[in-house]
């Protein structure tokens, strides 16, 4: 239903919060999450992510709904708004950014979607070493490509509905859904054998190690945290622009961030008893981590091909909830800025993502690349330049927008405002800062050489 101003707008509250929480609970928490975990020690990991949740969390997504709901427009629209010489350009990094990752995002979609359907005829590889041909042979090439187009045909069908009649229904069914299996397979992970050691693992940080990998452990938290909270996407400002003024902000955000990060910590407490159970090192790396070492730990358990069709058909919902929200971004600046009619739009929008997925499909390592740049560069650097706009240049219009909804926040929105100045701006400098010097790093050790051998 439009607004007054003939933008459309959530029917409820429970409807935006979903809609938030499904974008963030998506492949961020659940194929993403796992592996970053693993990689990065386990424990030590998950104590620096939670910090930064706690810390940067709840300003940064103030900071997004704050712009999103005063402007209601798009990212691209809100900064023209309320941006000042090259600020009002800032919104096409996210929207940049939220295209590359929803081009390699709906690629990982399609193998969940596969590997669900493998499951399901009981087709896993019983062997790490078996598990890994397997995920070769998946997740490149036609058979990649054909299930990213089918991804993205849901996607337009979705998207293409609108807010109302399209995204707020669709994430009525699959939040709840995701939630109820997350649960229920985290019981089934304690009766595993592998348990004990998977939760000593996952949640009993060593200070010594966090201290010795702090300059891998801090980006990789920083970008995570950002990704699993849909933050620096714009994912925040557009979701926020088909609010009304009457909800409160804060409790929403603390209501969203809450239920991501616990869902983020729950999918931890199936995959490390299953991975432990198998006898499978949970720091082997690489995006198809969930893909090789789980599918080879559900050849090796009882019922292994049911609860792995069950694992993988979460993983295919969750990734639909997230990526309604990507192309969301998009769909709402081709509506807003260009005047483009929304289905029309969506298959536009939908039919690029595809031509540009075509090279994660096409081979791992482009894959790679396009998460390396997004998560480690965009995403940092799009929270970082928002945050510092908002916190010193638009803070007194922030601070008003803030209260609606909630009444005179006093102290409060400046307690705020000082909180994005300083932690939430240093920890995300902080963390560019190394994301990049990763990024280079990866170009150098792995992009090159796959290049020069191509």
């Known amino acids: 239903m439009p607004s007054e101003t003939g933008r459309e707008q959530w029917s409820t509250r429970v409807g935006f919060i979903l809609a938030a929480v499904g974008s963030a609970v998506g492949l961020g928490n659940i194929w993403r999450f796992p592996f970053v975990t693993g990689e990065a020690g386990g424990a030590g990991f998950l104590f620096i992510y939670l910090l930064f949740v706690a810390a940067i969390g709840l300003p940064a997504i103030l900071i997004e709904f704050v712009v999103g709901r005063r402007t209601r427009r798009n990212p691209v629209g809100a900064m023209h708004e309320i941006g000042r010489g090259i600020w009002r350009h800032l919104g096409w990094i996210f929207v940049v950014t939220t295209f590359v990752i929803m081009s390699y995002y709906s690629v990982v979609a399609g193998w969940t979607i596969r590997y669900t359907l493998l499951g399901l005829q009981n087709g896993y590889s019983d062997t790490p070493a078996a598990a890994s041909e397997q995920f070769a042979t998946l997740a490149q090439g036609v058979d990649a490509a054909a299930f990213h187009a089918l991804f993205l045909l849901v996607i337009v069908v979705i998207v293409g509905f609108g807010v109302r009649r399209g995204i707020e229904l669709a994430v009525k069914i699959m939040v709840p859904a995701i939630i109820a299996i997350v649960i229920g397979l985290a019981a089934w992970a304690t009766t595993l054998d592998g348990a004990s ?26 970008g995570q945290a950002f990704f699993t909270l849909s933050l620096g996407f714009g994912i925040m400002i557009t979701y926020a622009s088909y609010l009304g003024e009457d909800r409160n902000l804060a409790v929403d955000g603390a209501i969203i961030i809450a239920f991501d990060t616990l869902i983020a910590v729950v999918v931890g407490l199936i995959v490390f008893p299953i991975l432990f159970t198998a006898g499978i090192d949970p720091g082997d790396p690489g995006v198809g981590a969930i893909f090789i070492t789980l599918t080879a730990a559900f050849g090796e358990i009882a019922a292994g091909g049911i609860i792995g069709a069950l694992f993988f058909g979460t993983v295919v919902i969750a990734a639909l909830s997230s990526a309604i929200s990507l192309t969301e971004v998009v769909v709402a600046y081709a509506i807003d800025e260009r005047g483009v009619e929304r289905f029309r739009a969506t298959i536009l929008v939908c039919a690029a993502l595809f031509v540009l997925g075509l090279a994660p499909a096409y081979d791992i390592v482009l894959l790679e690349l396009y998460d390396e740049l997004a998560d480690g560069v965009l995403l940092v650097l799009g929270g970082l330049l928002l945050t510092a706009y908002v916190a010193w240049q ?30 939430v ?19 150098d050790e792995s992009f090159l050489p796959w290049l020069r051998g191509s």
Do not use: H, K
């Open 197 to 222: 050691a998977a939760y000593s693992y996952y949640l009993s940080p060593d200070l010594g190690t966090i201290a010795a990998e702090w300059t891998t452990i801090l980006p990789a938290a920083a």
């Open 425 to 443: 701006a240093v920890v995300l400098l902080v963390s560019l800062g190394l994301g990049i010097v990763e990024f280079v790093g990866f170009i």
């Open 394 to 423: 638009w803070s007194d219009e922030a601070i008003e927008e803030l209260s609606r909804g909630i009444g005179r926040v006093g102290s409060l929105g400046t307690y705020w405002i000082w909180l994005a100045r300083g932690p």
